[in-house]
């Protein structure tokens, strides 16, 4: 006989070959069973068993309604030969008692297995120990029992030892130099316990040792937001030294320690090295004699296509070409320039910037950083002095020796950065003054930033040339889709495709949230879901993806707006076609032309709006969609609230 609670409650009996399994019955019978196997060879009282199997006020016949459940259970278990195989169950006064041999349990075998492996001293052995524990679940422990909390806290503590058993068996393939089964071993865990952080910063230093930098730092950054929007805490020591560790990008990230037991030890002189700089270029000197080559840039976007005389424009930053790409500023600095890529929420600055980047990694052979700033993220952006720090540490500064003010710390970073050939892509810039003490201080350095506003103080003052992106026109918004979908669905249907295009106004971020919905309904034809989006009730909640989506980009954007501004917002979407010009919005609106005009000039600004000629502003279908109260699918209107995801992730196109 074998009984099972790691995953559904069940007992099975008979020969090997010919396994049948034992009817157990309804919830309630099997939660009695699940008790009993939980606590086996040792007495359950009737209260213990009454408090697990009614949550709310037992009824006044609980006792014989266990009765009966016992009853049914001991003939169940006689049919498959209990006796033979040594199990009783057993009436003790007010309580039963349940005599089996504990390896006929999956949870006692489990528990034997795990505690023999020992994945430091013998790994080999411990993977056969731990992977034949861990194929004993099979599914949710204790599946079938009762919703009360007595069985929540026991299926929680039968996960946690389960988890345990994943991190042992991820030891022990890194003990081998198995870094990839390390990581296919937590990845299924850490995706379905996305806050469990000892668990991710594993995962982590797994990616990291298989080669897989980028990954490994975007799960930091992932679980780090779940953290601060779930539980409003910061990342754990654990988590953070991973996190460290990679940036440090150290030959081999043995531990959390391994980098930073380099500060404060004995120098050339046997004088420990100071762990705070006297001067900023002392450290920088002392950072370049090993500098590492950090790798921070997300992964490519996956069917990027089209943008291919802004590339041209961003090459410039690298080759200086002599004239401008068809509409850039021109006058790029063949050195150290920096380009400000602009435009509206989902048009995939994002991920046109770490497509250049990617192409263009030989051209930096020093490194290339980059860093989310949260300007328009609908939470806390992030400020420059946490920025400062990681890229310090992926540059090889050691933690101890990073300055505690942004001004030394920005100083530091620039020093390091004089000598060196690096991209630094600063995404999702709030402010020009969130950019300024980021921008790296080498004639031979780039940097990319994005953003949603202008950032117009970013030009005056630091020369920053703008790289406006627009959506995408027809022919390139098909090809994504078909990059996505698969050439041969959109060709099934051009026209549909098309309509597409034109319903998600070209936006790379519709188009993706378009293409999700119709990869989650393969029989789904393109006209289909275009039939749909010409609904205009329905349109921006089909253009959503989970947390992702335009109304939760175009949410972000306007929540940094003033309430006057918002008010504006809606009324320009509720109360003219397409076009406008300020005597008209005064109108609507019932204020002074003057202050209108200054809150049309700040909703262009942000690319709610787009200025097409002097005093003409134009605003776009799924904006005005979103404006006109639309934008949550919930009736919300612009400038209630803040929350969700920024809408633009790293994979835009």
Not at 41 to 63: F, G, K, M
Not at 175 to 189: D, I, K, N, S, W
Not at 335 to 358: N, Q, S
Not at 516 to 522: D, E, G, K, V
Request: with cysteine; charged share 20%.
């Amino acid at each position: 006989m074998d009984f099972s609670v790691l995953g559904p409650v069940t007992v099975i009996a008979g020969p090997p070959t010919a396994p049948i399994e034992l009817p157990l019955g309804p919830a309630k019978r099997r939660s009695v069973l699940a008790m009993l196997l939980l606590r086996p060879n040792a007495t359950v009282s009737v209260e213990q068993l009454i408090t697990s199997l009614w949550e709310d006020e037992p009824p006044a016949h609980a006792r014989t309604v266990i009765q009966g459940h016992v009853s049914r259970l001991r003939a169940a278990l006689a049919e498959g030969g209990a006796e033979e195989h040594g199990v009783e169950l057993a009436t003790h006064s007010s309580a039963y008692l349940l005599r089996i041999p504990e390896s006929l349990i999956d949870t006692q075998r489990f528990d034997q297995l795990t505690a023999q492996a020992s994945p430091e001293s013998a790994p080999g052995e411990a993977v056969r120990l731990l992977r034949q524990a861990l194929g004993l679940w099979r599914g949710p422990a204790l599946t079938g029992t009762v919703a009360s909390p007595p069985f929540a806290a026991a299926a929680h503590a039968l996960e946690e030892r389960r988890l345990s058993a994943v991190e042992a068996l991820a030891r022990a393939h890194k003990a081998l130099g198995e870094h990839e089964e390390a990581v296919r071993a937590l990845h299924p865990a850490a995706v379905a316990n996305p806050l469990r952080e000892g668990l991710i910063a594993a995962l982590m230093l797994a990616l990291y040792r298989s080669g897989r930098q980028s990954d490994a730092i975007a799960w930091f950054h992932r679980t780090r937001q779940l953290l601060d929007d779930d539980l409003g805490v910061d990342p754990g020591q654990r988590l953070t030294a991973a996190y460290q560790e990679i940036l440090r990008a150290a030959p081999e990230a043995d531990g959390p320690q391994a980098g930073a037991e380099r500060a404060g030890a004995p120098g050339p002189s046997g004088q420990p090295v100071p762990s705070t700089p006297s001067h900023p270029q002392s450290v920088a000197a002392a950072a370049s004699a090993a500098a590492p080559v950090p790798e921070l840039l997300p992964r490519p976007p996956a069917g990027f296509h089209g943008r291919g005389a802004e590339l041209a424009e961003l090459t410039r930053l690298t080759r200086g070409s002599a004239e401008p790409a068809q509409g850039g500023s021109g006058g790029y600095p063949q050195e150290g320039g920096i380009a400000l890529l602009t435009g509206p929420a989902g048009v995939g600055k994002t991920g046109l910037a770490v497509h250049w980047g990617h192409a263009q990694a030989a051209a930096f052979p020093d490194g290339r950083l980059f860093a989310d700033l949260r300007g328009f993220s609908g939470g806390e952006a992030t400020v420059p002095a946490e920025v400062l720090r990681e890229f310090l540490l992926a540059l090889g500064t050691p933690a101890e020796q990073i300055p505690t003010s942004t001004e030394a710390a920005s100083a530091l970073y620039r020093s390091l950065a004089a000598r060196r050939r690096l991209l630094v892509v600063l995404d999702n810039a709030g402010s020009s003054a969130q950019v300024r003490p980021l921008l790296p201080g080498g004639p031979h350095c780039a940097t990319l930033v994005t953003s949603r506003s202008r950032l117009d103080g970013l030009i005056a003052t630091d020369a920053a040339r703008p790289v406006r992106l627009h959506a995408l026109g027809t022919e390139d918004g098909a090809a994504l889709l078909g990059a996505l979908l698969g050439p041969a669905r959109v060709a099934e249907d051009p026209e549909a495709a098309r309509e597409l295009v034109a319903l998600c106004d070209g936006l790379p971020l519709a188009l993706r949230a378009a293409s999700a919905q119709l990869m989650a309904r393969p029989r789904w034809r393109l006209g289909r879901l275009a039939t749909a989006l010409r609904d205009e009730r329905r349109r921006l909640a089909l253009l959503s993806a989970e947390d992702t989506g335009v109304a939760a980009a175009l949410r972000n954007s306007v929540a940094r707006l003033s309430a006057d501004d918002a008010q504006l917002l809606r009324a320009l979407g509720t109360g003219f076609a397409r076009e406008v010009n300020t005597a008209e919005a005064a109108a609507l609106s019932g204020a002074d032309p003057e202050l209108i005009q200054d809150s049309l000039e700040r909703l262009a600004e942000m690319h709610l709006l787009d200025e097409e000629a002097t005093n003409r502003y134009v605003m776009s279908d799924l904006v005005k969609l979103f404006a006109q109260g639309d934008g949550s699918g919930r009736g919300e209107t612009p400038g209630e609230g803040s929350g969700g995801a920024s809408g633009e992730p790293p994979q835009g196109a």
